[in-house]
């Protein structure tokens, strides 16, 4: 009976202690615990709160890092300041706190002092008590074998690595046997892609433009003039029909082109029987062709090569491919008039 009372007595004086008025305005000073109960080791939130008007001047609750003599402060929170209204407001702390011992540990009241107009006066925050918890242990049990530690599972970053050094090394490998393979096969390592071939037409015009430029006859070099002439001539027969003009007499080539007519037309056969047997004259008879004679040859080449010559691209539909056809004789006579102006 006599505890109850005292009980009672010290509830009622931390009520009185952790309230007092000033001109009327009450100040107030709170501690509040998140848990009263953990277990040993855990971590709880400690919370002092200070209600005061704000022309009151004080201190803040006094905190130590040490409560109970067991009870220790891990962490403190900045002070935290809110205005109730124009008169008042209230200061807020938080702390971290963890015991490592079990028993119930009574936090005592956390002093503020206060500075009033006639004295110097102290407010005090209500007790409270933590009840730390350990964990049973059943003696009925004899001793656990001691459990092997938990092998974290692999992660991607972990497995790439391996997966990138399987993957160097198999290309090595794979690059060893193959070049292996190579040199017993007595290939190069690497093929080089070939370049794809001009068509026999874009050869032929192009030596032809480099022997124009030449100007042969012009240097008194008439026999050279008609032999270069001829071996594009007999390259392009070649290259174009697949006829072995190059090992061929002109009457030879004359006689294939007739034994095929479906080759070429009359008209572009004229050509080469007005080229041939001219070089062959200037080349084996010492004939001296004349000035005219050269420029008609250059000309019959042109024209022999131009209306010889396959078309890079098919045209789709009969109208097109009329209209192409139609095309090519203008072409090619716009060719030769520039190609006499140049001569």
């Known amino acids: 009976m006599k505890r109850r009372h005292t009980a009672i007595f010290l509830i009622l004086l931390s009520a009185i202690l952790a309230t007092v008025r000033v ?16 277990l040993i080791g855990d971590q709880v939130n400690l919370r002092v709160e200070l209600e005061k008007p704000s022309t009151l001047q004080s201190g803040f609750i006094q905190v130590p890092d040490t409560l109970s003599g067991k009870i220790e402060i891990l962490e403190r929170s900045p002070i935290d300041t809110t205005f109730l209204d124009d008169k008042s407001i209230r200061l807020v702390q938080n702390f971290r706190i963890t015991c490592f011992d079990s028993g119930e540990y009574r936090i005592p009241p956390l002093r503020v002092d206060l500075l009033l107009p006639d004295r110097l006066d102290s407010i005090f925050t209500n007790d409270l008590v933590l009840k730390v918890l350990t964990l049973e242990i059943d003696t009925t049990r004899g001793p656990a074998d001691i459990k092997m530690p938990y092998d974290a599972p692999l992660t ?23 070049s292996v393979r190579r040199k017993k096969r ?33 240097k008194d070099k008439v026999k050279a003039f008609y032999s270069e002439v001829t071996a594009v001539l007999r390259t392009y027969i070649e290259n174009r029909f697949g006829i072995h003009a190059m090992e061929q007499t002109t009457g030879e080539i004359i006689a294939s082109f ?20 001219t070089a062959d004259l200037v080349k084996f008879a010492k004939y001296q062709p004349l000035p005219d004679d050269h420029n008609l040859t250059l000309i019959n080449a042109y024209f022999f090569v131009n209306e010889t010559k396959i078309e890079e691209t098919v045209n789709a539909g009969k109208a097109e491919e009329q209209e192409s056809k139609e095309q090519v004789p203008e072409t090619v006579h716009e060719r030769t008039l520039n190609q006499e102006n140049n001569v």
């Open 23 to 38: 001109t009327g305005q009450p100040v107030k000073a709170t501690a509040l615990i998140d848990s009263s109960r953990i």
């Open 156 to 178: 991607l970053k972990e497995v790439i690595p391996y997966i990138m050094g399987i993957i160097l090394a198999a290309t090595l490998l794979f690059l060893i046997l193959y």
């Open 186 to 218: 007595n290939l190069p390592l690497f093929i080089k892609p070939e370049k794809p071939k001009e068509p026999p037409h874009i050869i032929a015009l192009r030596e032809l433009d480099r022997i124009k430029e030449e100007k042969l006859w012009q």
């Open 258 to 277: 007739n034994t095929r007519g479906d080759l070429i037309q009359e008209k572009t056969l004229g050509y080469l029987q007005q080229i041939l047997p």
